[in-house]
């Protein structure tokens, strides 16, 4: 992927030394499923550690998020979300700050990617009282002298809060536990141009959700630590994170809002639409995303040694395959063998067979038979739960589905509660969890 390289070259050629992708599962922090952001392995130095490759790095990491299993799942299937990912970043480990940053990027985008900066929009953090964390006009005032030297002097910098233009692990300012770092963050935002959605508010601006603006990269500013008493301490260095999605960037590129489109996914679309028989059109679409996004995530979850199970990150290797056949289903209305999955999931290797080992993703194409053997296996023993859950769920009318509904089919058959969550949402009904799961508690009592 030429952009990806690029993106390596332009840093390294400024100093900064290019560090492998971790792998999708940390063997040293309990605290978390996956890697789902570029600083997640840097934590240690981002707080002031000595990193073995110097205070400047580089790299594109391999993501995915997927803690909350509904609320990342649920996002899938527009045009711009997955909960697998590829993230190119940089960082500053206490060397430079927003200036250079912020200049950095804009050069990249404007000079490298030849994007066209009046198409560019960017979101900077409004400050926060009950934190005492201030106003960032700093950044603002760079990015003001950044396009007035394009000869832009339209208002194009937009102030946001904690849920916007703050960045943590954790979330929140509020939400962060003693010892975590974190810091305001400036957005850049790729403007589609397409029509406004009302349904999103009365006026579009940069961070709206109607898809006219996407979000293509995030720079960090790693200044603080959260104290045992809730207040916020000024970290040893002053870092800079960025974090720009590949997918993205690569959309804006193309002037394409559809990341789908995009050379990442586009030979998954049409092995899918090849098993299915279906075109990537407007209703197809959300299905087609799903079962990309889902089986992409899968591959490079059983090379990163991930078997399905009833627990932790062999849940959710569960789940994607399981949702991607659910969505199968509801795409062509009928039940796929397993060797068509694999097809699809083949497709994920020739995608990223020319990345340079130095990238560190370790997708080497003696992981396909066993990828092969895992998706196989779970899905003929899944086919047979579909086929079954699908006839007594068809039986009753979605708006007399409840959760005791979803339990029992759960208990009878395994059909997990997302799935049947799935199948309500697509027919304009939600499932209530917490009936869900009052019933699974009695059962275990009973047990």
Known sequence: MEIRQKYVDFFKQRGHVQVPSSQLVLNNDPTTLFVSSGMQPLVPYLLGDSHPSG?????????????????????VGDNRHTTFFEMLGNWSLGSYFKQEQLAWFFEFLTAELNLNPQKLYISVFSGDTDSKIPKDIESAEIWKKLFEDKGITDVRVFYYGVKKNWWSKSGLPKDMPSGEPGGPDSEVFYDFETPHDKRFGEECHPNCDCGRFLEIGNSVFMQYVKNADGTFSNLPQKNVDFGGGLERLTAAVLNNSDIFNTDLYKPLISKISKVSGKEYIKENKPYMRVIADHLKGAVF????????????????????????????????????????????????????????????FNLHSEAKQKVSEVISEELTKFGKTIKKGLKEFNKVSPKDIDGKF??????????????????????????????????????????
């Open 55 to 75: 205070n400047k790095l580089v790299n594109s990491q391999i993501c995915l998020r997927a803690q909350g299993f509904l609320d990342d799942f649920m996002e």
């Open 301 to 360: 979850l059983i090379s990163n040694g991930v078997i399905p199970s009833n627990k932790m990150q062999g849940y959710v290797l569960r789940k994607y395959l399981r949702r991607s056949a659910v969505k199968m289903q509801l795409l062509c209305s009928k039940t796929l063998p397993s060797s068509d999955y694999t097809e699809i999931a083949e497709q994920v290797f020739e995608i990223y067979k020319d990345i340079p080992d130095n990238f560190g």
């Open 406 to 447: 979803a339990f029992n089919l759960f208990q009878t058959y395994g059909f997990p509660f997302e799935i049947t969550n799935d199948l309500l949402n697509n027919k304009g009904f939600s499932l209530n969890k917490e009936e869900f799961t009052k019933e699974f508690q009695k059962h275990q009592e009973k047990s």
